[in-house]
């Protein structure tokens, strides 16, 4: 699947949760990315969120500058 959007907050890194067995190392975590069909939505309950999961992030290229914690 693709989606084409922009990014309207920076991607927040999710705690501890049961899909990732309550492990909180940043590595670990799932991120959350808002995303919207609109530049600069500053609402962002509007906005997608897309979960990145630490299993399916090593074969993708990410820039960490766009993490916050959490």
Avoid at 37 to 45: E, F, Q
């Amino acid at each position: 699947m693709v989606i084409e959007g922009f990014l309207v907050h920076k991607v927040k890194l999710k705690g501890a949760e049961s899909p990732n067995c309550g492990l909180t190392d940043p590595n670990e975590v799932d991120w959350h990315i808002y995303t919207s069909n609109t530049a600069g939505l500053d609402d962002i309950s509007k906005a997608v969120i897309v979960e990145t999961t630490a299993r399916i992030r090593p074969i993708h290229k990410w820039a960490k500058s766009i993490w916050t914690p959490w």
